[in-house]
């Protein structure tokens, strides 16, 4: 009997230490500052009048923002969306965006370094899209929605 117990507590033990380790990225993500570099210039684009989300699952991401006015302030009215696959290995994040309410930014791959403290996700990379003539360097962090 106690060999029994014994072999049980062991494969207990044995299965519990090879689950599976839990991605730091995963979860809901609200933007709490933006920061851009373009040629020589750095400067905010986080906008205090906007709520941005970003939800990353096992495969997928997505993003949405929108105008705290619920749109009825035409001049500062404001929804985009987008989301894809993307890929995690060590800290290279690298977005595939598969969909986004302005087309010309789909089916582009952006790579991006990524690194969580506490409740914070920090990402910097270069946002790349040639049609467009958007070449920078984005920093944003976000702190995770509980």
Same mark, same amino acid.
């Given at each position: 009997m106690k060999k029994a117990i014994s !072999?049980? !507590?062991l494969i207990i033990t044995l299965t519990s230490c090879n689950?599976?380790?839990r991605n730091p990225i995963e979860g809901t993500w609200r933007l709490i500052s933006a920061e851009t570099t373009e040629k020589d210039s750095t400067f905010s684009t986080f906008n205090k009048n *906007?709520?941005?989300i970003k939800i990353i699952?096992? *495969?997928h991401f997505a993003f949405l923002n929108h105008d705290l006015k619920n749109g009825? &302030?035409?001049t500062t009215a404001l929804y985009f969306a987008g989301g894809g696959k993307y890929t995690l290995k060590d800290s290279i994040y690298t977005e595939n965006?598969?969909?986004f309410n302005n087309r010309d930014w789909e089916n582009n791959k952006f790579e991006f370094v990524v690194k969580v403290q506490n409740d914070t996700l920090i990402q910097?990379? !270069?946002e790349r899209v040639e049609k467009l003539g958007? &070449?920078?360097i984005i920093v944003e962090k976000y702190v995770r929605e509980k």
């Open positions: !072999i049980l !507590i689950s599976e380790k *906007t709520k941005m699952n096992e *495969t009825k &302030d035409s965006l598969e969909f910097k990379g !270069i958007v &070449d920078r």
